[in-house]
């Protein structure tokens, strides 16, 4: 079935550091593929999104670009601040009849910026 | 515009407890989803809706679990009766058909749900 497999956490950097964190994943047909970020105390946000083969997604400085060869989405940051600390989810998106709607999610993975 | 409103934000139980947790999706929204986070099982989806009709509801844990969304604007999910496993935050998340094929997912702040 549908799923994601992203870096296990947690992952520990410093202030300007570079940030990736893997995510590849299974799917039949061609899913949209998302990033979401979970501040503390607080539900999920979108960050980016990618809906096709070699889109990039992009917001506050994060980037992914969906790569069906290696069905891999991987999430960079050139220079994480410290406000960045929280955890990141990989997800895709159900194509078939029975799954359209719904998102599946990865484990998430923790990131902590120190200063 | 307002986004997805949950409530209680936090509750404190007793084990044998009937619990209610409530959503209110963002207007226009036609898909309901009920996650529950916990640090041993990460994000689970307990169950979703579509137009108010439970599409899949394989994940909810067990029959003491159930959840209702008896209009476009409002579900329910219901605890009876609550144990101390049951302690995680409960997620509700709206999305909305799209045109352009992309379902994107807005979540709640949760519940933070303590049973004792």
């Known amino acids: 079935g549908d799923s994601v497999t992203q870096m296990e956490g947690p992952v520990t950097l410093s202030e300007e550091a570079f940030l990736t964190i893997n995510c590849t994943y299974t799917?039949?047909?061609?899913?949209?593929l998302f990033w979401y970020v979970q501040y503390p105390g607080e539900g999920l946000q979108l960050l980016l999104k990618?809906?096709?083969?070699?889109d990039k997604g992009s917001n506050k400085g994060f980037e992914a670009t969906y790569r069906k060869e290696t069905t891999s989405f991987h999430l960079e940051k050139g220079s994480v601040q410290v406000s960045d600390s929280a955890v990141y989810f990989c997800?895709?998106?159900?194509?078939?009849?029975?799954?359209?709607?719904?998102?599946?999610f990865g484990r998430g993975t923790q990131l902590t910026v120190w200063p | 515009d307002a986004g997805v409103i949950q409530s209680p934000r936090h509750e404190v139980t007793e084990m044998g407890q009937e619990v209610t947790l409530r959503c209110k999706p963002i207007?226009?929204?036609?898909?309901l989803f009920w996650y529950r986070q916990t640090m041993m099982r990460g994000l689970e989806l307990l169950i979703y809706?579509?137009?108010?009709?439970?599409?899949?509801d394989s994940g909810m844990p067990e029959d003491r679990f159930s959840a209702k969304m008896p209009n476009a604007s409002f579900s329910t999910l219901k605890i009876q009766p609550s144990e101390p496993r049951d302690s995680a935050v409960y997620f509700c998340?709206?999305?909305?058909?799209?045109?352009?094929?992309?379902?994107?997912?807005?979540f709640g702040p949760g519940t933070r749900l303590t049973v004792t």
């Open positions: 997800a895709l998106s159900g194509v078939r009849g029975s799954t359209l709607g719904r998102l599946y």
């Open positions: 799917a039949t047909g061609y899913p949209s």
């Open positions: 207007s226009g929204h036609d898909y």
């Open positions: 998340a709206s999305s909305r058909t799209p045109g352009g094929g992309i379902y994107e997912q807005y």
């Open positions: 990618a809906t096709k083969a070699d």
């Open positions: 809706f579509n137009n108010n009709v439970p599409i899949d």
